[in-house]
């Protein structure tokens, strides 16, 4: 049973609210965004993985044989075909969960140990705060239409390897980084010439002749930043060379890359502190005339 059945098994019930869909990119991998007062779910099976987080009250559940509690702030795990059921608590529960495919977890693991294994993790709740932030801000950044492929690739990344290396069963650990400069150089360079474009980690690791695991190490232990990091510096240095002329605000963000003027405002405010109209007034002020018109 797919999660979108458990649900219309047991629909959500008055003052509940699920929003469900499916990521293409990660063989269609279902997310789950929920917040639950009163839905229960009848005992059920998946044939993927359970991985998800509890954002804010207490879920409760019946699991191999168990009465078991998940509250705010634990990572939530379960294997593919383990009969479970939920409830709320007094409180409710909201939750963000993934249902990732065993062929997903097996790529991602061959890509870090060069071998295509499927994990299995002997237990449900998590207490791992670092886990709970990188899958919470994966399932958020799936929300978001801005959130760029190679971040969101990144991410996806990060958080099912750090889960199967630190709470699966895996004898098999990662392959040695070692310090690659060429591949890093490869990378940089396509980056650099991809700075208008998106960018998908697959195309980028195979530009730099590593697998998607072993780049991200690599790359961030030489340049000290994620791939993603580095792409947006680049864009934010490029943009602020455009701004000294007299393009609109709206082709600067599509010449760097941004999806929209908004998607531009917001990551360049991050990282420059003001935003792209106040850093052109600033740098300068001639183009006043222009901002204003624009």
Known sequence: MDQQHALIEKPAGRGDFARLWREARFDG????NARFQRHSYAPHTHETYVVGVITAGTELYRCRGSDRVAQAGQVVVLDPDVLHDGRPAADGYAYRMFYPSVGLFEQAMADATGRPVAPHFPAMELDDPELFLLIRGLHHGLEDPHREPLRTDTDAMRAFTLLAFRHGDLTARPLPAGREPVAVR????????????????????????LSRFHLLRVF???????????????????????????????????????????????????RVGVSPGQYRRGSNPIQDVLVSAA
Do not use: S
Request: charged share 25%.
């Open 29 to 32: 991998m279902e997310c789950l």
């Open 186 to 209: 490869r990378a940089r360079e396509y980056l650099d010439a991809h700075l208008d474009d998106p960018v998908e980690l697959a195309e980028l690791a195979e530009a730099a002749g």
């Open 220 to 270: 961030r232990a030489a340049v000290g930043t994620t791939p993603h990091g580095y792409l947006t510096d680049r864009r934010v240095a490029r943009a602020k060379r455009l701004l000294a002329g007299p393009l609109p605000l709206a082709e600067v963000a599509l010449a760097c890359g941004f999806c929209d003027q908004a998607h531009f405002n917001r990551v360049f405010k991050g």
